[in-house]
């Protein structure tokens, strides 16, 4: 099994990967609330100031616990940083064929974005790994049941819009993983300093998800 494959199963495996966007300080102490709260796949978005050296400090620290991926990852060039600062995989919120065309000579997996019907198969078609339904909070859980119905083969994971009240109705809808931004990682903790909240909530999804996937 190729590294891309391996990672992929393991995102499958896990179905959720949580979204971190936040002050750079605040990076490790998400990341290890998360571990402890049972989250494993995490994807450190581009926008998160000195996020190159932040993927490189966390791959560093963390790399035998944590699925570690970079998000927001919009050329090739970010997405060459990225992988050599430690990303395991690439997320996206377009689908720009230069970055799939470099996760795939550097054997790694990368989630493109897309919304529509024709959006969605591009990507696929492109070389995408999985395709980033996004933003799912528009068009919800009836437009993942839609797209599923058309491509029943195309592996979607569902970006914004998604809560521990509705995390096991995605996935019983059809989605492969999950990707939770501030519902997980949550603000109200991060302004009070109060990482043990993120944990439980943590703990929250991935129990809404192991009943799902029951």
Same mark, same amino acid.
């Not at 078609?125 to 599923?148: C, E, H, Q, S, T």
């Given at each position: 099994?190729?590294?891309?494959?391996?990672?992929?199963? $393991?995102? $499958?495996? %896990?179905? /959720?990967?949580?979204?971190?966007?936040?002050?750079?300080?605040?990076?490790?102490?998400?990341? /290890?609330? /998360?571990?402890?709260?049972?989250?494993?796949?995490?994807?450190?978005?581009?926008?998160?100031?000195?996020?190159?050296?932040?993927?490189?400090?966390?791959?560093?620290?963390?790399?035998?616990?944590?699925?570690?991926?970079?998000?927001?990852?919009?050329?090739?060039?970010?997405?060459?940083?990225?992988?050599?600062?430690?990303?395991?995989?690439?997320?996206?919120?377009?689908?720009?064929?230069?970055?799939?065309?470099?996760?795939?000579?550097?054997?790694?997996?990368?989630?493109?974005?897309?919304?529509?019907?024709?959006?969605?198969?591009?990507?696929?078609?492109?070389?995408?790994?999985?395709?980033? /339904?996004?933003?799912?909070?528009?068009?919800?859980?009836? %437009?993942?049941?839609?797209?599923?119905?058309?491509?029943?083969?195309?592996?979607?994971?569902?970006?914004?819009?998604?809560?521990?009240?509705?995390?096991?109705?995605?996935?019983?809808?059809?989605?492969?993983?999950?990707?939770?931004?501030?519902?997980?990682?949550?603000?109200?903790? %991060?302004?009070?300093?109060?990482?043990?909240?993120?944990?439980?909530?943590?703990?929250?999804?991935?129990?809404?998800?192991?009943?799902?996937?029951?």
């Amino acid at each position: 099994m190729s590294q891309r494959e391996d990672v992929m199963t $393991r995102i $499958r495996e %896990l179905k /959720l990967v949580a979204v971190v966007r936040s002050a750079p300080e605040q990076v490790e102490p998400i990341v /290890l609330a /998360l571990l402890e709260g049972g989250v494993a796949a995490i994807e450190i978005a581009l926008t998160v100031p000195d996020a190159f050296e932040l993927l490189w400090q966390t791959h560093a620290k963390f790399h035998a616990r944590l699925l570690l991926g970079a998000g927001t990852v919009t050329d090739a060039e970010k997405a060459a940083s990225a992988i050599d600062a430690g990303a395991r995989y690439i997320v996206a919120p377009n689908t720009n064929p230069d970055v799939i065309r470099l996760c795939a000579e550097r054997d790694v997996p990368v989630i493109p974005g897309a919304y529509t019907p024709n959006e969605v198969y591009n990507a696929w078609a492109a070389g995408a790994d999985m395709v980033k /339904l996004f933003p799912a909070a528009i068009g919800g859980i009836d %437009l993942l049941k839609a797209l599923r119905a058309p491509y029943p083969d195309i592996p979607l994971m569902p970006t914004g819009g998604v809560d521990v009240s509705n995390a096991g109705d995605w996935i019983r809808a059809g989605a492969d993983a999950l990707g939770v931004g501030s519902r997980l990682v949550r603000k109200d903790a %991060l302004a009070k300093g109060q990482y043990s909240l993120i944990t439980e909530t943590a703990r929250q999804f991935v129990l809404a998800i192991a009943k799902a996937k029951e």
